[in-house]
């Protein structure tokens, strides 16, 4: 049965009741025993002191939860300081849409604040969204998976350039990157600018959204915006380094998006995403998305070639599937199943170009980019396309990029606040 979200958020505001300083248990218990700590718990310990006062517009999504459970913003109205505004990203605020998807502008049930839909907006849109609203603070509260690709920290970038434009603060409540802080992947060129990648990072940046904050304001803002944001504020997680992965930090998992269901899909992900840009299926329409890959007409021989390769981390399982949805709905698919066997050792982008590689060579008949190329804006230039077309091997695909991530990592550096 097919659910208009809409509807359904405007029949559930009829049946909820607003929040209640009630309706949540008790801060202080929060983040006991826990060595990682996120900044929306430690605000929230200290009953969101800090943004009373506060005209606040909160940019969030459902991960955007205290180590209870606890919404932020259900968290700031039970503490009595609410926001005046919410604005959603891709997927909507309470993550009902689909990829691609968003829920549009409503008020929302539980705590009949106003939603507005930022997703696929302009700056200008946006900026006006913060007029209406009469925010003087935006806070964003969102977690990213660490791929440039991820359309979040987008968001968060148009966010602060319609910031810049209205005068609005800008407050950033810090999370752990779940796939680690070290930079992988190819930089971005500027003229393959798009909705999966507005300016030049590399495709894994292993930064946190506050430290992207830091990053964009200096580096990107004052050519976007015509200058810097008013202030920035990034409250940082405590307890978390950057060599940690989700998996270190014993904080529980949120689906940051519908086919982001568990740690280990975030850790493929920045690689296997580039099969968004082929005819396979990426796996959406089954219970693995990511780790699942394939197309009709592929056979076993593909897997024994990635294995060949001998990846760190990872072993590569032949695998056959019938998506529910996106590419090749009802059809069977042959392909492979990614198992990461060793999470600090496995390169997701590494694994990615042997798969690409060893697909072309091993089926040669089914394999293919997508006819808009969409491949380019994944990867962030036409290079790996036009490299794999011609015959290169795995290192020399892998090496091509190699001084412009030393150039990122240098560049990055001044920026971090987690060591």
């Given at each position: 049965m097919t659910v208009d979200r809409r509807r359904f958020l405007a029949a559930s505001a009829l049946a909820a009741p607003a929040l209640s300083v009630a309706a949540t248990p008790a801060v202080a218990e929060r983040g006991h025993?826990?060595?990682?700590?996120?900044?929306?718990?430690?605000?929230?310990?200290?009953?969101?002191?800090?943004?009373?006062?506060?005209?606040?517009?909160?940019?969030t999504n459902p991960t955007g939860v205290l180590q209870d459970q606890t919404h932020t913003v259900d968290s700031m109205v039970a503490a009595g300081v609410p926001p005046v505004a919410v604005f959603g990203p891709e997927h909507g605020f309470r993550g009902t849409a689909q990829a691609g998807g968003s829920e549009g502008d409503y008020l929302d049930p539980r705590t009949q604040l106003p939603v507005y839909d930022t997703y696929g907006a302009s700056v200008d849109k946006i900026a006006g969204q913060f007029t209406k609203a009469g925010i003087d603070t935006l806070v964003f509260d969102i977690a990213d998976v660490g791929a440039r690709f991820y359309t979040y920290i987008w968001s968060m970038y148009y966010a602060m350039q319609a910031s810049v434009r209205t005068g609005v603060d800008f407050v950033v409540?810090?999370?752990?990157?779940?796939?680690?802080?070290?930079?992988?992947?190819?930089?971005l060129d500027p003229a393959y600018s798009s909705g999966v990648g507005r300016k030049p990072i590399v495709q894994q940046h292993g930064m946190t959204v506050g430290e992207l904050a830091r990053f964009f304001d200096a580096e990107f803002l004052p050519d976007d915006a015509g200058g810097r944001l008013k202030s920035l504020e990034v409250v940082e997680v405590r307890g978390w380094r950057r060599r940690e992965l989700f998996s270190d930090t014993g904080l529980a998992w949120v689906l940051p998006s519908p086919n982001m269901p568990t740690p280990l899909t975030a850790l493929v992900y920045p690689g296997t995403c580039l099969f968004e840009g082929?005819?396979?299926?990426?796996?959406?329409?089954?219970?693995?998305?990511?780790?699942?890959?394939?197309?009709?007409?592929?056979?076993?021989?593909?897997?024994?070639?990635?294995?060949?390769?001998?990846?760190?981390?990872?072993?590569?399982?032949?695998?056959?599937?019938?998506?529910?949805?996106?590419?090749w709905v009802g059809e069977v698919c042959g392909g492979v199943q990614v198992h990461v066997t060793d999470e600090h050792r496995f390169d997701a982008?590494?694994?990615?170009?042997?798969?690409?590689?060893?697909?072309?060579?091993?089926?040669?008949?089914?394999?293919?980019?997508?006819?808009?190329?969409?491949?380019?804006?994944?990867?962030?230039?036409?290079?790996?396309?036009?490299?794999?077309?011609?015959?290169?091997?795995?290192?020399?695909?892998?090496?091509?990029?190699r001084r412009e991530l030393a150039a990122f990592e240098r560049k990055r550096?001044?920026?971090l606040i987690y060591r």
């Open positions: 025993g826990r060595r990682v700590i996120p900044a929306s718990d430690r605000l929230a310990d200290d009953r969101w002191r800090m943004l009373r006062g506060r005209k606040v517009g909160i940019l409540l810090d999370r752990p990157n779940p796939v680690g802080g070290e930079a992988h992947g190819p930089m082929t005819v396979f299926s990426e796996g959406r329409g089954t219970t693995r998305p990511f780790e699942m890959i394939g197309a009709p007409g592929l056979d076993w021989h593909w897997a024994e070639a990635v294995n060949r390769a001998r990846l760190p981390g990872v072993d590569i399982r032949e695998a056959y599937f019938v998506p529910t949805f996106s590419k982008i590494r694994t990615a170009v042997t798969m690409l590689v060893t697909a072309r060579e091993v089926h040669p008949d089914v394999f293919g980019w997508r006819p808009d190329n969409f491949i380019d804006k994944l990867s962030g230039s036409d290079r790996l396309r036009l490299m794999i077309d011609a015959g290169a091997d795995v290192d020399d695909v892998i090496g091509a990029w550096e001044r920026y």
